[in-house]
């Protein structure tokens, strides 16, 4: 039995949990559809606002235009918003591609699961989801974290790699970082926020762009010479 599925209306939310705009038709890129919750509300503590606390964000209509957004809601003024005045703020979360690969598989499996952890998180905080549901997710990043650089420690001593010292100190002090996050978090001393979202994507970035490639070139370097 086959069933015939149409689709009947698109619509996308460029500002997320406010009104959405019908579409007849949709580019899809990398990150879904185009305009589609690029944008969300903070306070001034980057704690995410959503409808799911505040319903009346539903009142406000987000246009697109050549140039960017314009905002506007019930007894309020319009608000311009251009994309030229964001690009140095604007940023993704986090998504890879292959120029993140190292070559060794295992520690590559290990990259994409922070990755995907620290993407669970932020869409977690997006959708509004309280301490209880954002902790599981940022302990399970800490524990993992923990995990991997226990596995890159292993590679190194076991290809005799240099500069182990300073690599390891490096994963020490992440690890007590993240540590000290969690607690202060689970304990209600400060919230994940953007700030934090913000500062463990770029750990990340430059543990896997910069500390993690040159680990690896050198742990390879080491193997061919022992292998010849």
Same mark, same amino acid.
């Given at each position: 039995?086959?069933?015939?599925?149409?689709?009947?209306?698109?619509?996308?939310?460029?500002?997320?949990?406010?009104?959405?705009?019908?579409?007849?038709?949709?580019?899809?890129?990398?990150?879904?559809?185009?305009?589609?919750?690029?944008?969300?509300?903070?306070?001034?503590?980057?704690?995410?606002?959503?409808?799911?606390?505040?319903?009346?964000?539903?009142?406000?209509?987000?246009?697109?235009?050549?140039?960017?957004?314009?905002?506007?809601?019930?007894?309020?003024?319009?608000?311009?918003?251009?994309?030229?005045?964001?690009?140095?703020?604007?940023?993704?979360?986090?998504?890879?591609?292959?120029?993140?690969?190292?070559?060794?598989?295992?520690?590559?499996?290990?990259?994409?699961?922070?990755?995907?952890?620290?993407?669970?998180?932020?869409?977690?905080?997006?959708?509004?989801?309280?301490?209880?549901?954002?902790?599981?997710?940022?302990?399970?990043?800490? &524990?993992?974290?923990?995990? &991997?650089?226990?596995?890159?420690?292993?590679?190194?001593?076991?290809?005799?790699?240099?500069?182990?010292?300073?690599?390891?100190?490096?994963?020490?002090?992440?690890?007590?970082?993240?540590?000290?996050?969690?607690?202060? &978090?689970?304990?209600?001393?400060?919230?994940?926020?953007?700030?934090?979202?913000?500062?463990?994507?770029?750990?990340?970035?430059? &543990?896997?762009?910069?500390?993690?490639?040159?680990?690896?070139?050198?742990?390879?370097?080491?193997?061919?010479?022992?292998?010849?």
């Amino acid at each position: 039995m086959t069933s015939n599925i149409q689709l009947s209306q698109i619509s996308v939310y460029p500002l997320k949990s406010t009104a959405g705009i019908q579409l007849s038709n949709s580019w899809v890129d990398e990150l879904g559809l185009s305009f589609d919750r690029r944008f969300v509300l903070t306070d001034d503590k980057y704690q995410f606002i959503t409808a799911r606390t505040e319903p009346k964000l539903c009142l406000i209509q987000a246009n697109i235009t050549s140039t960017g957004l314009v905002l506007t809601a019930p007894d309020m003024p319009k608000l311009v918003i251009n994309y030229h005045q964001l690009t140095d703020l604007y940023q993704t979360v986090f998504v890879w591609d292959d120029n993140y690969r190292t070559g060794i598989d295992e520690i590559d499996r290990d990259h994409k699961v922070l990755v995907n952890l620290i993407n669970d998180l932020y869409e977690a905080m997006q959708d509004g989801s309280g301490g209880a549901l954002l902790m599981p997710i940022f302990s399970a990043l800490k &524990h993992y974290t923990e995990d &991997h650089f226990a596995k890159e420690e292993r590679y190194m001593v076991e290809c005799e790699a240099p500069d182990q010292s300073k690599h390891f100190q490096e994963h020490k002090h992440m690890a007590e970082t993240l540590a000290d996050l969690e607690s202060r &978090h689970r304990h209600g001393e400060a919230a994940i926020s953007l700030q934090t979202l913000t500062f463990l994507r770029d750990w990340l970035k430059n &543990h896997i762009c910069v500390v993690d490639q040159a680990m690896t070139a050198k742990i390879k370097k080491q193997t061919e010479r022992q292998d010849a």
